[in-house]
DNA sequence: TGACTTTCGTTGCAATCGCAACGATAAAAG
DNA sequence: CTTTTATCGTTGCGATTGCAACGAAAGTCA
């Protein structure tokens, strides 16, 4: 009977929705106050400031976006004139899109704020305690890397995030030690 | 210069986006295998199950989701037959909301696949390690309970998750023993 | 009782999303 | 060179979402 009781609070994937969901929809607020950027846009001019000229394709590839998430969002950009898109030059398939002065200035705009933001949730945070957190997020995506019918994560996510000096390693491959 | 270099993979707000969105998108498909149930109606069915006849607002309340959402999920859920609407009782406005004979059969079919699935994705972690995850994202939560620009967050999550048997304690308020 | 305020659930609307299909281009096969 | 296959970006479509506005139904206060 009773016994069973599902808790929904203690349900893992629920929390993370929660939190990811919450953490999200403030942050959108910080960008908003700038420009009115949304998430999938934020996500472009961010890899864009580390890419020259680059494809939709990578940038679907990088972040995390549907490719029709990532042509709009870069469509929506160059209407704001923060991005510019020229037609390939040796390949006529793809894309070369790259940051305008404006979406520079944006980004050099939203940038801090995020940082800012970012400090502000780990404050308390101990750095051994972060650690933590972030390998077990890592266990959690492994399990999802070997699962077939889970999304694949894109390239970039599965470089070390460097951020955990050590650590990190601890792969499926046996190293147990729980 | 170079020197600014902002690293999207490692941006929290951003890794929690990028893993959330994975496990619920993987469970989606657990919840669809069943029934053709979407995140807010497996969200409704499970609260429901553990109260007898609710509004929208109470569940509205407790499950994080907006008020039109519930309503809507509710809608499909009841066409579906999982669910039954009585036009509320003592109060004309209220709307009580409860589980049929079909709503808890196939709710008696996803639950032990959704647990099944959240012990996979923690099976390699450590009870310890799960501990401080917990209390991590809980440390992030508790920022944004302070900031009134932040989305406040349901009553049945703030409760202790007690999944947790010790540990837990070590908010910023102090309040410790539990 | 009657006028004002609040609460509850629904709905209109515009925006967004994911998926699949498409046309265009390039690469591979023959 | 021609045909077939694969890749890239866009778009059409249906579905979903958040937000605000709405009407209905209490609750409040005089």
Redesign the pocket.
């Known amino acids: 009977m009773g016994k069973d009781q599902f808790r929904l609070s203690g349900f893992l994937p629920y929390r993370l929705a929660v939190l990811s969901e919450r953490v999200s ?1 403030r942050l959108s607020i910080e960008y908003g106050k700038i420009r009115g950027l ?3 846009e934020w996500r472009v001019l961010v890899h864009l400031s580390r890419q020259g000229a680059i ?4 940038i ?1 590839d990088c972040v995390n ?12 950009l160059e209407a704001a004139g923060l991005v510019e ?1 020229v037609p ?1 030059e ?6 070369e899109i790259s940051l305008t002065v404006a979406g520079e200035t944006a980004l050099s705009d939203i940038l801090p704020a995020a940082r800012a933001y970012e400090d502000k949730l780990c404050a308390r945070i101990s750095r051994q305690d972060m650690d933590t957190f972030c390998r077990v997020m890592e266990q959690i995506h492994s399990v999802l890397d070997d699962d077939p019918e889970a999304k694949r994560r894109s390239r970039m996510d599965l470089q070390r995030p460097d951020i955990e000096r050590r650590s990190a390693g601890s792969l499926p491959s046996g190293d147990p030690s729980l």
Chains 1, 2 share one sequence.
Request: hydrophobic share 30%; no cysteine; proline share 0%.
């Open positions: 929809h949304s998430v999938a494809s939709v394709k990578d679907h976006l549907e490719k029709s998430r990532v042509s709009r969002a870069v469509s929506r898109k390939g040796t390949d006529g398939r793809l894309v």
